[in-house]
Each structure stands twice: as C-alpha cells, then as structure tokens.
C-alpha cells in the first residue's frame, strides 16, 4: 500500500512528467545528431574522428542542458545504474526508459524522413554493427568496458560531495569520455554503451542483427560500475570507511588500557642563571 501510495503521488507530481519530458528530448536530439553524423553523400564519407567528436560533444552538451532537471541521462543503461543505487526510484526507471525508446525512435525516424534515400541506405542509419573479424564476445566485452568507464566519469562527476565538481566540469569530462570511448569502439564493436542510441535507428531500419548485445554490454558496465563507485569510491564511502577505522583504533587502544595523560606546565622560580623554567606534572 506505501509502494502504491508513493507511485500515485510520483504520477501527479508535474516535476516527474518535466522529467520524463526532458528525457524524451534530449534523447531525440542526441540520436539525431549521432545518426545524422553517419550520413554519407556521394563523395564525402564522414571519419570516425568526425562521428566521435560530434557524439561526445552532444552528449556533454545535453548533459549540460538537463543536469539539474533529470540529471541528463538519456541512457537506460545508466538510468539502470541510478535505480540500484537509490538515485531514482523503480517507477522514474520505467517512464525514463519509456521516453528514452521512444525519443531515440522518433530521433531516427526524423532523420530517416529528411535525408536522401542513397544517404539513408550507405549508412544504413548509424545502425550499430561489429567488426566482421571480431567476435561477439568480444564486442560485448567492448561494451561492458566502454560503458563501465562512461558510467564511472558519470557518477564521479555527478557526485554532491566532491566540492571540485562543479560548474560546467561534470557535462565536459562526461562529453570528453564519450568522444574517447567511441573513437575506440566504433572499429571494434560499432561504439553503442547507449541501448536507446542503438534501439531507434534499428526500429527504423528493421534492423536487429547482433542487436541484444547493445543491451547486455551496456547494462552489465553500468551494474558494475554504479555498485563499484557508491560502495567504494564515493566520497561518503570513503569518509564511512575512514570513521570505522577511527573507531575501531580508539577502541583497540582502550581495549589495551591506554589512556590519556594530560601534562600540566606550571612556570616556576628563576633559575641560578636567570632564565625562568618550567616545571612540569601530569
């Protein structure tokens, strides 16, 4: 009854709907932009350099945008990473995934409609794709290590405790990582960390080889990273872990009947040679 008490009040709260809104846009956007870069026309194919660049440069852009207002997540995978760390709650999981799915399909599907159809079908719409000669092992691998990484700069940068991170550090270091990790990844396991960056341009397209990888990748680095960084390098943990040992000293040193002698400094009488000295007692 609390459970469903809570998801009622979350429903009529016109700050989750904002939420959910932002979610939805940024999402769009941001899989417009990464399926746009991908076009190619008839004589200038873009680079890899190109296409990262303008992914991580969205992304920390967006991040920016809507940090204060959803936290800017547009991924679920991160979305994921917040739910088990208590950052959102199970019902603002869903609906921010809901969005995210249908932002990123309506991303693709406006630049389906305005581009040419020779653009659409070199580039196959940025659809993800490994590496004919890397396996599928090795493409998840690429995935959960990418992603690990993207979600670590995200909670490190998102952290409240971390007094340096301020300002317009968090949307840049996360746009820097993007940029970094998709120049890795593109070549080897097609660049994703982002399921709903791979779910609508593969809705588009009808496209869904290898498709479940951009799901398992993402979330299992996004697990993996979120429990590593709230249970060991938060600054709470740290600071959690610093008092135990504190404590645990005091009382080992209590435990050997160590016990604190306060000295006592009295001036005394002059000396034979005329400087004062102290004198003193416990």
């Known amino acids: 009854m609390i459970t469903y008490c809570g998801f ?25 932009i990464v399926c746009g870069t991908a076009l190619q026309n008839w004589s200038t194919p873009p680079t ?11 992304a920390g852009t967006f991040a920016m945008c809507m940090w204060d207002v959803s936290s800017g ?9 917040f739910l088990i760390t208590g950052k959102k709650t199970l019902l603002q999981t869903i609906f921010y995934i809901m969005a995210q799915l249908t932002g990123s399909i309506c991303g693709a599907a ?6 040419s159809q020779h653009s659409v079908e070199a580039s196959n719409l940025a659809v993800n794709a490994r ?27 998102g952290d409240s405790d971390r007094q340096h991170m301020r300002g317009y550090g968090p949307p840049l270091s996360i746009g820097i990582v993007v940029f970094i ?41 996004s697990c993996l990273a979120s429990l590593c960084y709230h249970h060991v390098f938060a600054q709470r943990a740290i600071n959690a872990r610093i008092s135990s040992a504190e404590e645990m000293a005091s009382k080992s040193h209590q435990n050997e009947g160590f016990n604190c002698l306060e000295v006592v400094c009295n001036k005394s009488q002059i000396s034979e040679n005329g400087q004062e000295t102290n004198v003193c007692r416990l």
């Open 8 to 32: 009622t009040k979350e429903l009529y709260s016109r700050r989750f709907w904002t939420e959910i809104l932002a979610e939805f846009i940024i999402t769009s956007l941001f899989v417009s």
């Open 48 to 58: 890899l350099t190109h296409m990262a660049l303008n992914s991580g440069l969205a």
């Open 73 to 81: 997540l547009f991924n679920p995978a991160l979305t994921i990473g």
């Open 110 to 115: 406006a630049i389906y409609g305005m581009a």
């Open 131 to 157: 590496s004919p000669d890397v396996s599928i092992g090795q493409a998840v691998g690429m995935e959960i290590w990418a992603t690990f990484i993207l979600v670590l700069i995200v909670f490190a940068a």
């Open 181 to 221: 990790n998709l120049s890795l990844t593109i070549p080897i396991s097609g660049g994703s960390m982002n399921p709903a960056r791979s779910f609508g341009p593969a809705v588009v397209m009808n496209s869904w080889k290898d498709h479940w990888m951009y799901w398992i990748g993402p979330i299992a680095g």
